[in-house]
């Protein structure tokens, strides 16, 4: 169950994560366009109360209106909140237009339209970013070439309105900026979270999730770079719980659970930093010994095997004696991996078969001469060393 609910758990957290950006955008788009709004009512209170009493109207009445689109978007209604917006912001800009004429630039405020859709609608709202980034381009073009000054509703002097204009543009610049630069941040970040991820995903598929131990795939990887040229020799270990279903039968798979992940960990720690152990599958647990002669490996295996069974494991109302019977085998560099599998596997066999709770050995020069084992790696250690000879130098 745990090890299904984490990347489930994970990609519901990036979803709200991407969902929640849009809203948040929303709200601070409301509020800045509602300060706009505010500061614009202001100066044209002073400059021409009476003249400029519609556009005043409007934008207060538009500030009003995006408050309170605030308290929708904070109850969930983040598409309305959109729509809102720039609904709003788009009917000011041509209201404000039509009363000072294009040359006042406040239409140029329309050049952010596309990326404030971006911003405030989701991937599956795609069209309305098209629709309102596409409208926000007519609507400029209908500002600019249609409603120029000299029709304009309020006569304002060109002094006036190169005042406007430039600070217009400053602001158009300064709105711009700060979206792309939200754009930006929102794209890091869902980054970060992707790769955090991609590392859970990954860390999830390589660990067994009882043990907290790799399982099978990475442990096999460092198999596979321990059996390429020049690695040098090695040792690999298959260990195996005893009798573990009598266990599970008698006291329930919790109580099995338990018994392996204490005995993993008591494994994990009897270990050398170089040494890689992995569950192998089931109550088989595999050992990876890299650079060590097999007489010094079958020590290292004695002593893990008196650990676990000198110590037992609690459980509820009780405790279990655990034995572990353990096959080892070395492999030699160029050896295909799966023969030394093979090997462990065999020893893992006696030993099961001679009484378990035990150690035996199937070492590479224990192979009978002559034998179908031994014909077939003399033959690849052959072919892999004359591969590997330079060209031209004789046998």
């Known amino acids: 169950m745990s090890a299904e609910a984490a990347p489930i758990s994970g990609a519901v957290n990036l979803r709200d994560s991407y969902l929640g950006a849009p809203s948040r955008t929303i709200q601070a788009v409301m509020v800045l366009v509602a300060a706009l709004s505010a500061g614009y009512s202001a100066v044209f209170l002073v400059y021409d109360r009476e003249a400029l009493a519609g556009l005043i109207a409007v934008d207060l009445l538009c500030m009003v209106a995006l408050l309170a689109g605030v308290v929708l978007v904070r109850r969930g209604l983040q598409l309305q909140g959109a729509l809102l917006v720039l609904t709003l912001m788009i009917l000011q800009i041509v209201v404000s237009t039509r009363y000072l004429g294009w040359q006042s630039g406040v239409h140029l405020y329309l050049i952010s339209g596309g990326a404030l859709a971006i911003l405030v609608f989701t991937d599956a709202q795609r069209v309305l970013r098209w629709l309102f980034g596409a409208g926000a381009a007519i609507v400029f073009v209908v500002c600019q070439f249609l409603l ?202 006696e030993a099961k078969a001679g009484g378990r709770n035990q150690v035996c050995v199937r070492s590479i020069h224990d192979l009978a001469p002559g034998s179908d084992a031994d014909r077939a790696l003399q033959a690849h250690l052959r072919a892999t060393r004359a591969a590997a000879r330079p060209s031209g130098t004789d046998a």
């Open 148 to 349: 120029p000054s000299s029709s304009a509703i309020v006569q304002v002097s060109e002094q006036s309105l190169s005042v406007m204009f430039t600070l217009n543009a400053v602001l158009t610049a300064l709105v711009t900026t700060a979206f792309a630069m939200t754009a930006h941040a929102r794209a890091t970040q869902a980054w970060k979270q992707a790769v955090e991820a991609t590392a859970r995903a990954e860390y999830l598929a390589n660990t067994d999730t009882l043990t907290g131990l790799p399982n099978r795939r990475p442990v096999l990887d460092v198999l596979e770079d321990l059996s390429r040229q020049g690695s040098g020799a090695f040792c690999l270990a298959i260990a195996d719980l005893d009798h573990f279903k009598k266990l599970n039968d008698t006291y329930g798979h919790q109580c099995g659970d338990r018994v392996l992940a204490t005995v993993g960990r008591r494994l994990r720690q009897e270990l050398r930093v170089t040494d890689t152990i992995g569950r192998w599958g089931g109550e088989e647990f595999l050992f990876v010994m890299p650079g060590v002669a097999v007489d010094d490996a079958q020590v290292m295996m004695e002593r893990i095997r008196r650990i676990v069974a000198d110590h037992v494991v609690p459980c509820t109302g009780h405790s279990h004696e655990v034995q572990i019977s353990i096959g080892l085998a070395d492999g030699l560099e160029d050896e295909m991996s799966h023969r030394v599998i093979k090997r462990a596997d065999d020893a893992l066999y």
